[in-house]
């Protein structure tokens, strides 16, 4: 593929007196496409192994909380978690689920570091079911620690009051880092 260098070049060859023939500028005009369809990104083809798991039969429920989530990346690299939860009463915040093993594996795969004192933290919105302007940041701990579950474990203030919402997307890897070499 040509380099943006290359393509500014091919455009100088182009004369303003109208001596280029076609095939000149059918030249330059392919090597700008090439340029502009440069892929950064793999695809499909590039023999890179994606995933994607999601509730598209409708959300896992029981009698304290509905979820839907999805789980889409690329094999032992990374994953992007979009999920969202509805509670079904107040004073709860463990939102834990069952996975296929399919899932499973290819989670841990991806969080290698599944030390108990260590899971995975990340600030989410949190919403009051029932009145939408009313919200806060909330913590979710994600742990992979128990083979075909996928604990979340919200906290916050309002959930020790109101039934709450999050809908939210979080982008993770964790490779295994040698937490023994800390000073």
């Keep these: 593929m040509p380099t943006r260098q290359e393509v500014l070049d091919g455009i100088e060859t182009i004369n303003d007196n109208g001596n280029n023939t076609a095939q000149e500028v ?7 496409l090439d340029y502009t369809e440069n892929d950064d990104m793999p695809n499909p083809g590039n023999n890179v192994d994606f995933f994607h798991f999601w509730t598209e039969d409708g959300p896992v429920e029981n009698d304290l909380f509905s979820i839907w989530y999805s789980f889409k990346g690329i094999q032992k690299q990374t994953v992007n978690f979009t999920f969202r939860i509805e509670s079904r009463g107040e004073s709860f915040n463990d939102f834990s689920f069952n996975v296929s093993d399919e899932i499973y594996e290819t989670l841990i795969n991806i969080v290698e570091q599944r030390n108990d004192n260590l899971p995975l933290r990340f600030s989410v919105p949190v919403f009051d079911r029932f009145e939408i302007d009313n919200r806060e940041v909330g913590f979710l701990r994600l742990d ?3 083979p075909n579950l996928v604990s979340l474990t919200i906290d916050s203030e309002m959930q020790r009051t109101t039934p709450i919402s999050v809908f939210t997307s979080i982008h993770f890897h964790a490779p295994k880092f040698n937490f023994d070499q800390l000073g």
């Design 144 to 146: 992979l620690s128990t």
């Design 26 to 32: 059918r030249t330059v005009l392919r090597s700008l």
